[in-house]
Structure formats: C-alpha cells, structure tokens
C-alpha cells in the first residue's frame, strides 16, 4: 500500500508565499519601512566609497551615516547568519523532541539566556581577539537565537497538535514529509518577524555598548559616533536620525510580518 | 504546579553551570591581563591552580620534600625551589629536618643552609652564629633534638590560646619559635569580629601573624571595628588561597582537596562562606550589592512594572481603538520611542534635570522604552485576540471599546508576562545605559569598573545574582500564564511524547 502524501504543489507554494508578501507589504508604513531598509543595504555597500569622494571625508554628517551604514549591516549581517539557523535548529530540536531532549534544550536555552548583554560584549572581547563586528555580531546573536529558538519551539510544539498534521499522519504521510510540508513552513514564518526584531536590537545595542565604552570604541559605527556625541564630542544628527530610521523600519515590518502571519480579517471595534 | 516545582528543581543545576561557564569565560579573559588585586602573591598563587580538579593537591609535606630534592640537587630551580622552603618555614621543619640524615653530604649542606632564614625568622638565632654549612647542618640537628616535640599540635594550640588570652613578650616568642606551623591555628582562633575584645584579641594574635605574611599586618587594640574587621578579611583570603600550604592532607582533607584546591572551589569557597567573595578592592561583594544594588533595582523596577504596566495597558486600548486617535497615534509614538537607542534617550531626558530631579528623570528614561515595546507587543496580541471567535461573538453582540478592553484584558496581558523574565538581561543593560546618563552611583559604574579591574569575584556574583534573579522571574512568569491561561497549563502537562 503506497502511503499518501499531502504535499502542497510548487505552484501552490509559491501563490502562498507571494500571497504572505503582499499582506505583509499592504500598508505604505510596511512598504516605506521596506524602502528604507533598501537604501540603507545600498549605503552599505557602496556607502564607504561614497563617504571618501566627499570633501571632508567620513569625518562630515553624511561620511558617518555611509560608514556607519556598512559598519551596522556587518553587525546585522553576522546577527542574522548567526542567530537565525541556530535558533532555529534549536528550536525545532527541542520543539519536536520527547520531554527529555526538550527540557534539556529549553534548560540550556535557559542558561544561555542568564547572561546580559552587557556583560558578555567585555568578557568575550578579552577572551576571543576578533574585530569589534563580529564580537558585537557574537554576544548580539546568542541572545537573538534564544529568542528565535524561543518563538520556532513554540510554533513546532503547537504544530505538533494540529489537525492536519494528525490527519496528514493517519493517511500515511511519514513524520518527515509532515514535518518538511507542515511544520517547518509554519515555523519558518517566525523567523522573520524574529529577524526584524534582531536587527532592531542590534542597532540599539550597538550604541548602549560604545556609550557604556565596552568593546572598544569605533568611530565609523553608529553607535560609537553617538556614543562620542553624548560624551561632548561633535553633533551627530545623521547617525542618529539613520539608526532611529533603520530600527523604526525594522519595527514596523517585523509588526507587518507578524500581521502577515494571521490572515484573519480584523474584526474589533472602529 | 507540577511544572513549576520542576522548573525550580532545575535552577539549582542551571546556576550550577552558569557559574562553571562564566568562570570559564572570566579566567579566560584574566589570563591575558597584567594587573593583580591587592593580594598579588595569594592571586598568583590562586592563578596557579587547575580550573576545576586538581588530582594530586598539595600539601606541606608533598611541598617540602619536593623542594628540599629540588635544593639538594642545585639544578635550575634551586633558587626558585629555597624561596618556596623558606615561606613555607616551620610548617616544613617536621618534613624536612628528620630526613636531613638521608640526603647526600652536599644536598645535606645545600638545605641547611637554604633553611637558615627561618632560623632567623624565628629568633633562634643571628647571622654570625652559624659558620658555614657543617655549622647550619650541626644547628638544625642540635634544634630538632632540642624541640622537635614541640612541633604538636597540642602544643601549638596551648601556645594560640595563650597568647589570644593575654599579650606578653614571653607568648609571643613561644609562637615566634614555632614560626608558620602555627598558622593554621593562629588563623582559626582569629573568629569573628563583633566587639571591642574580639578587636584585643585580633591585635594580640596579629602581633604574631604578621612577620609570616604581608597580607596579615599588625592591627592596634584600639582600632575601629571596620578596620579590624577589613584586616582579617584580607588575612582570610590570604590563608584562603595558600592555607594547605601549610598544613598537611590526609584522609578525608585530601580527597576535599580534589575540589577545593581549584580555582573554582576557591571562589566557590570565598563565595558561600565570605558574603560572595571580595572584590579586587577588599570589600565585600555582598556589601557591595546591597549598597549599590538599591538603585539599580528601583531602575530595573521601574522599567518592568511602571513600563510593562503602562505599556500593556496602552497597547491593549491602542489595539481595541485602531481607528481611533489613540490608536493612530501611539503605534507611531511607541515606534519612534522604540527606535531611539536607550543611551540617546536617558541623555536626553536626563540631561535637562538638575540634582534630585535625576532620580525620576532616570526613572522615565527607564520606563519609556519598556512601554514602547511592550505596546506593540500587546497591541498586536490585542488585535490577534479581537480576530477570535469570542471576539466576533461580542461585536455580534454589541459590545463596545471598554467592554472589548476588559474582555481581553486576561488573554492579552500574556505578552508583558511572558517577556517578564527574558527581558530581564536587557533592562539590566539598559539600567547600566541610565545609571550613566544620570551619574547614579548604582551597579553599572562598579561593574564597568570592576570589568576594567577583570574583578573575577564581582563579575562572577553579578553574574549569579543575575541568573537567580532571571531564572525566579522566568518560572514567576510561565507560572502566572499558565495561571491566566487554561490552554498553556493543558499544554504543559500534556507535553511527553515526541512529535509524531
């Protein structure tokens, strides 16, 4: 007897993911948001080059937002390489394991969660020699996989329960075809809200960690220009108004995503 | 409740691992730094152990006899080998001195002389009565004759308490001759410093301890509490890093050695029985913590209850009236506080104040990016919740904001709850970014010290008191959602099997 497979076609698939886009980019908040995450990539990239054809060079308003620009997206870049397979291995580990292999995941994820920011950034810079980026990317991406593997065991566990998960198994489909057709999509889609979030926390703490004058000082980032404008050095209006702008972008579309995830027309007073 | 009591169960061992990893990390971090606390010969010491087990630990006897080989045979070490002998003093007389007879005519030579500062040390004689080797041999084995019975621990203990009963030259020159063999006891009649006598006794026995370490100075019978108090705090961690050094393992002794003689069981030692160590500064951490620990807490407080409150509360009606100009305004509000990094936002509010004022500036600067955050959350949950059938069974039924408001109020509460205890860490950080802005003397200054210092002992208790502190706050957490609710307890108890 050949066992049953409720796989949802390509096409199929793609009409959702098209379908989830759009809801998600619906309101012009979400699509201005989406715009200027654009620009700030695009800053990144070709920002540095910019900022030193300009006349006063990366020391000008414009120099530090272009520099800072890569300097954030490193960050960000290595936040979201880190934290978002991690978190999310973990978290359908320990989603979709027995009570042991949970409760030992959920405790690690516990312990690995203890520690504040603030204290890891200057421990794991006088432990590990490595460039402030990928220090500040490390001690960033530990707390945002736990929140990640937070959100993804959760939606793997309530998955796990659901009716067409049971009925996809009474009809034969093998715990993997159900865990690759089912589980994971509806997993996946956490991440990016988890991800939004990441790199508005990245940013924030980025500036928190040079004002606080651990792991070392960088003039090129954001934060470090802030951080050396609140101690009495020169305004830095430009890097403040693109970091509050990036993680403001980030904010909303991190809420648009999560709009996205529930269909469901809103149905409360207006 | 079931789940609960579990959880608890687990944070015994939890911390447990916290404390190994963040030790780990710490000493890691240590190693590459050149500067020592106040104690830099007990630090060394302390640095040479291993991490967490140590095999064969060593003791007086295992001490003196591999130095006095290392002296005997005036190889490479020998210099380094005779330092050791003469700190470990009296305590190895009754290693050595009997064994004398059985090394070479040279080696014999070699270690009377290199034991001839203790002689001295311990007043038994001057420089100029002792000629030669054959003269230093012929003096240790003239002294062992003479008083090696009085290298016994019940001679030493009526030679302590004498002493601590009553100063006189006499008492004094009777420990004097013993030298370091009566330390262990010297140390244990120190006790506990709460009265005037306790001070006279403390500078009677001090009288005798100091010319054996530079950790344990003379302390005048009538010096205030507090110093005393301090004095013997850092003899303590002196005698608590290099004790068995004097002293001799057997039985039991040895096998708690395995553990205790470590740097971990060190610091785990200071911790549980010295109010969580002391800091590289000499004060006690546990001090420390309740000292500047209040306003820290009045911070991070401020931020979960004032800030969290708010902000669910806000979110809630801000979901409720999307189209309403509460709802329009406070996503965009909420964002644009959220968005300001916390540093720019406790300068800003912060620096306009003046004096006391700073106190309820730092506290708004607290409390506005929880609520911000915590907005959001709930007022996205409010309108998950509001797309619900029981919220389409309401509206069918007429119901208005208020009633919606209250309504939900018990489901969409879970997202203040459920970041109660993982937000934790975060606003501690951002209780830090404050205490800055405002120049509030709380943990954050003594702790971005005490990273500085490399304070392993601050860093380590912080780090505990923290994970505690988390670790209540998440169980308190989880404990109130299932309370709120009924779907998660019955997921919680349901959980077993794996995903099928």
């Keep these: 007897m050949s066992a049953a497979r409720p796989l949802p076609s390509n096409r199929a698939r793609t009409r959702r993911t098209s379908g989830f886009a759009r809801r998600a980019l619906a309101r012009p908040a979400a699509r201005l948001a989406l715009a200027l995450l654009t620009v700030w990539i695009v800053a990144a990239a070709i920002g540095p080059r910019l900022a030193t054809l300009q006349r006063d060079g990366a020391s000008s308003s414009l120099g530090l937002v272009l520099l800072g620009a890569r300097d954030s997206a490193v960050i960000v870049g290595i936040v979201l390489a880190l934290a978002l397979p991690g978190g999310f291995a973990v978290g359908v580990l320990a989603g979709a394991g027995g009570r042991g292999r949970d409760t030992l995941l959920a405790r690690g994820l516990e312990v690995a969660s203890f520690w504040p920011t603030v204290l890891l950034v200057p421990i794991l810079t006088s432990t590990l020699s490595l460039p402030r980026p990928l220090l500040l990317g490390l001690a960033v991406a530990l707390g945002e996989s736990l929140r990640t593997a937070r959100m993804v065991r959760g939606e793997v566990q309530r998955q796990r329960f659901a009716p067409y998960v049971v009925a996809a198994r009474a009809l034969g489909a093998s715990r993997i075809d159900v865990f690759r057709a089912h589980v994971v999509p509806h997993a996946t889609t956490p991440i990016l809200v988890a991800a939004a979030f990441a790199g508005a926390t990245t940013i924030a703490t980025d500036t928190a960690i040079s004002f606080l004058g651990l792991a070392g000082g960088a003039p090129t980032s954001w934060g470090g220009a802030l951080a050396s404008s609140l101690a009495g050095g020169p305004p830095a209006i430009g890097p403040l108004v693109a970091a509050v702008a990036t993680t403001a972008a980030f904010y909303v579309l991190a809420g648009a995503l999560a709009d996205a995830i529930d269909p469901r027309p809103f149905l409360g007073p207006r | ?500």
């Design chain 2, 1 to 500: 409740m079931r789940h609960a009591i579990g959880r608890i169960l687990w944070l015994g061992p939890s911390l447990a691992l916290v404390t190994v990893i963040a030790f780990v990390l710490l000493v890691a971090a240590q190693s590459g730094s050149a500067g020592l606390g106040t104690d830099v010969m007990a630090e060394r010491h302390l640095r040479e152990l291993p991490l967490f087990l140590n095999p064969s630990p060593e003791d007086v006897q295992s001490l003196s006899e591999k130095t006095v080989r290392l002296v005997a045979q005036d190889g490479p070490d020998a210099a380094r080998a005779t330092m050791t002998l003469q700190r470990l003093g009296g305590a190895a007389l009754p290693h050595v001195l009997p064994k004398l007879v059985a090394l070479s005519p040279e080696g014999r030579a070699r270690v009377a002389q290199a034991l001839m500062p203790i002689a001295h040390r311990m007043g038994l004689t001057g420089e100029e009565d002792v000629r030669g080797a054959d003269g230093a041999i012929l003096f240790w084995q003239r002294f062992w004759e003479d008083r090696g019975l009085d290298f016994r621990p019940a001679v030493v203990r009526r030679a302590v308490r004498r002493a601590a009963l009553e100063a006189s030259a006499s008492r004094r020159e009777e420990l004097r001759e013993l030298d370091t063999y009566a330390l262990p006891e010297l140390m244990e009649s120190l006790g506990d410093v709460h009265t005037r006598e306790d001070v006279a006794r403390i500078a009677r026995l001090s009288a005798s301890l100091a010319p054996l370490s530079a950790s344990c100075p003379v302390i005048a019978v009538d010096a205030p509490l507090e110093v005393a108090r301090g004095e013997v705090a850092r003899c303590r961690r002196w005698w608590s890093a290099t004790g068995t050094d004097f002293v001799v393992l057997d039985g039991p002794s040895r096998i708690a050695a395995m553990v205790s003689e470590t740097q971990y069981g060190k610091w785990l030692a200071d911790a549980a029985w010295g109010g969580l160590g002391t800091t590289t500064e000499g004060t006690s951490v546990l001090t420390e913590l309740d000292r500047r620990g209040r306003s820290t807490l009045l911070l991070v407080a401020a931020g979960m209850l004032g800030g969290y409150g708010a902000g669910a509360l806000l979110g809630l009606l801000a979901g409720v009236r999307r189209q309403h100009l509460l709802g329009l305004l406070t996503t965009p509000l909420a964002i644009a506080i959220a968005a300001t990094p916390p540093a720019v936002l406790s300068v800003f509010i912060v620096g306009t104040q003046e004096g006391s004022g700073n106190t309820i500036a730092a506290v708004v600067a607290m409390v506005l990016p929880g609520l911000a955050l915590i907005s959001r959350h709930e007022r996205a949950l409010t309108r998950a919740a509001l797309r619900e059938e029981p919220a389409r069974t309401l509206v069918a039924f007429g119901a208005g904001t208020l009633g919606m408001a209250r309504g939900h109020l018990r489901n969409s509460t879970t997202a203040a709850l459920a970041l109660l205890g993982s937000d934790l860490p975060v606003l501690l950080t951002v209780s830090f970014v404050v205490e800055r802005a405002a120049g509030i003397d709380g943990l954050g200054a003594f702790t971005l010290a005490a990273v500085e210092r490399r304070d392993l002992a601050w860093l380590m208790a912080l780090g505990l008191v923290v994970s505690l502190t988390v670790g209540v706050a998440q169980i308190l957490s989880d404990a109130l959602l299932a309370a709120l609710d009924p779907r998660l307890s019955a997921a919680l108890s349901a959980r077993g099997a794996g995903f099928e």
